[in-house]
């Protein structure tokens, strides 16, 4: 930190070319910091650069983990097994980075998900009284969180990032706009479709639950995804998992409706289960991303003291559209 108090130290960012990874690269070094990057290709150090990576973290003040294939694609055998690897492989390296280091960092923030909480769309789900859920994107969550929290770093203090359907210049939020621009940006509705033996098995089959349009949605700007990890390191009280959410939820009908406010196009066609997963299917993606009820609240982050830059949906969504144009 430097005489006010602004943090200043190394950063190590591992997973530096998505969405996110190249948000905070620009924030960090538009402050000063010094930013290493680590990812496949693109990057200072690559993952099978263990001796790199050490020397990287020996002094570091902050380690961010973002590491991992993206879930947007079909849950093939193959796709599964490298989500789950990209995930729990890159963490690893980093804890072993961190075990080794003669000065080891204060703080090591990794990417989790607010997916480990289950099908909720009757009560919101804390740090504290939230339940796990079950299947695939579960399992896979609760991996990456054992691999973070594993052995002993007793000066590197550790926070799973539970982070929601982060929105900003790109991302989902790009997909869902060309959507309602085309007259498509309707109500995404569940209902019922046949399940396989297999997909049943493999823990990747959604259930129908939540009827007309109500699951719900649960998001952060990438503006709070970088303010959340700043008040981090200046909050040495909170560790363990953290929700990454903004407080004021919404639901798929309202986030719909919000965004064809914002592209100002009044009518969107909506779209059955049968249609989503035929659309699924041709754009090689999962259903669950958009039916699956996620209500999730940042409890710990409230009751720290954090204020949201974009706690309210519809500005979150202008903020993110004007930012593009």
């Known amino acids: 930190m430097d005489r006010e108090g602004v943090a200043c130290g190394r950063v190590v960012l591992g997973g530096s070319t998505g969405f996110i990874g190249q948000d905070l690269q620009r924030r960090w070094r538009a402050e000063g910091r010094e930013v290493v990057t680590i ?22 003040d902050l380690i961010v983990g973002l590491a991992g294939k993206s879930v947007n694609c079909r849950y093939t055998p193959a796709n599964r097994a490298e989500i789950l ?50 299947g695939f994107s579960v399992e896979v ?17 550790r926070v799973a990032l539970r982070t929601a359907i982060v929105l900003g210049d790109g991302g989902v939020l790009a997909t869902l706009r060309t959507l309602a621009r085309c007259g498509l940006g309707g109500t995404q509705h569940d209902g ?12 990747t089959a959604h259930e129908f639950r939540t009827r007309g349009g109500r699951q719900r949605f649960s998001w952060v ?15 040495p009280g909170l560790d363990g998992p953290v929700n990454a959410v903004a407080p004021e939820g919404s639901d ?40 699956k009820s996620r209500w999730v609240v940042p409890e710990k982050l409230l009751d720290a003291g954090y204020v949201f830059r974009h706690p309210a949906l519809p500005e979150a969504v202008e903020t993110s559209f004007s930012a593009s144009s």
């Open 85 to 134: 690897r990209s995930r729990v492989e890159t963490t690893a390296v980093l804890r072993t980075a961190i075990g080794r280091a003669a000065a080891p960092p204060r703080l090591w923030v990794n990417s989790s998900t607010a997916t480990i909480y289950r099908h909720a769309d009757d009560r919101p789900q804390t740090e504290s009284g939230g339940e796990p859920g079950t």
């Open 141 to 157: 969550a609760r991996a990456w969180e054992r691999e973070l929290f594993a052995g002993e770093l007793p000066r590197t203090r």
């Open 39 to 60: 990812s496949r290709r693109g990057a200072d150090l690559t993952w099978d650069d263990q001796q790199g990576i050490d020397a990287a973290v020996d002094g570091a």
């Open 192 to 203: 019922r479709w046949p399940i396989t033996r297999a997909r049943r098995a493999a823990g």
């Open 252 to 291: 798929n009908r309202t986030l719909m409706a919000t965004i064809r406010h914002a592209v100002g196009v009044p009518f969107g066609l909506p779209a059955a289960r049968w249609m989503l997963e035929l659309g699924a299917i041709a754009l090689r993606t999962e259903t669950e991303l958009i039916l």
């Open 221 to 235: 700007h990438l503006d709070d995804v970088a303010g959340i990890i700043a008040f981090l390191e200046h909050h």
